[in-house]
């Protein structure tokens, strides 16, 4: 009978199929949320759209203030983290859990998205290719496509140091420690700006860092004759997972070796190093475990410089 009647009325079925299916999704949604259930929001958190005018793009800033910053009138510092959509709720909870155990300040934590990106991988692809990459390069990592709009480091570099960080200067109470966290192109736009604008940071958690990028572009710079002068100590805490060093790819724990070499040679004991190879660690895993790490070293007495 009811193939008869599927036979019979073809498009009256299909309606009916597709009605229940509905249904049975749209139950099944509600069985699995909860009545009334609601998102869950990162607590203590806002977004703010900005255009820059140092390279016209739009940007989307992820933005936590500690959890007693209405009740007290005192500045913090500000980390910047890249890659927003993961990065973002990592650095969150975690700087709460140290904080909260005295292992590290608390702070006001500012990633750059892009709006109407996630979870577009060719997005964040094309994004990150050209803001994090200090050079244009034709032919490398995702490929020509995402390449040609390489080189933008330097429009991205002043638009942090001219315009990001005067409005959260003048919009929430900072204390002029800034830190920076990147991981891979943007460990490498770190080290980019720590040698070319140090001034913007005053601490650099560079996580499995590029290096590599545009012929060991940063590593050469490195040991230029002229760098701008510090006028205070930076501390760098660099890690790199030992899965990084695969042959026929990226040698990145030797390329972590040689960058730090270099950054030592080029400021002796103006920049304070720590590096670190961390064992059973992939490209991909590799960010949670250097910024933990990486937090608790870069907050070390000030009068320390073997950390």
Not at 46 to 62: C, E, F
Not at 159 to 188: C, M, Q
Not at 204 to 233: M, N, Q, R
Request: overall charge negative; aromatic content about 14%.
């Amino acid at each position: 009978m009811l193939r008869k009647s599927i036979l019979a009325s073809p498009m009256k079925s299909v309606l009916t199929l597709l009605a229940a299916f509905t249904l049975f999704a749209a139950l099944g949604a509600a069985s699995a949320q909860g009545e009334g259930a609601q998102p869950y929001v990162i607590p203590f958190t806002t977004m703010k759209d900005i255009k820059a005018q140092s390279n016209g793009v739009n940007y989307r800033l992820y933005i936590r203030t500690p959890p007693d910053y209405e009740t007290s009138d005192e500045g913090y510092p500000v980390m910047v983290l890249l890659d927003a959509d993961y990065s973002f709720s990592i650095a969150v909870n975690h700087v709460e859990h140290l904080a909260d155990r005295g292992q590290a300040p608390d702070m006001i934590i500012v990633a750059i998205a892009y709006p109407d990106v996630y979870p577009d991988r060719r997005g964040y692809a094309v994004n990150r290719s050209r803001d994090y990459t200090p050079v244009f390069v034709e032919h490398c990592c995702y490929g020509p496509e995402f390449q040609k709009a390489s080189g933008g480091g330097p429009a991205f570099r002043d638009f942090i140091a001219d315009e990001l960080f005067p409005y959260l200067d003048k919009t929430y109470r900072t204390n002029g420690d800034r830190v920076y966290v990147g991981h891979s192109f943007g460990g490498l736009f770190g080290a980019f700006t720590l040698l070319t604008r140090p001034e913007i940071f005053t601490r650099y958690i560079l996580v499995s860092g590029s290096y590599w990028y545009g012929d060991d572009y940063v590593i050469k710079l490195a040991g230029a004759d002229k760098l701008p002068a510090l006028e205070e100590t930076k501390r760098v805490y660099m890690g790199v997972g030992s899965w990084e060093n695969q042959q026929g790819v990226h040698l990145m724990v030797d390329d972590q070796m040689r960058f730090e070499a270099a950054l030592k040679n080029a400021y002796g004991r103006k920049v304070v190093v720590k590096s670190r190879v961390f064992e059973d660690e992939t490209h991909a895993s590799i960010f949670p475990a250097v910024l933990s790490t990486g937090l608790r070293h870069v907050y070390v007495g000030d009068d320390e410089t073997d950390y």
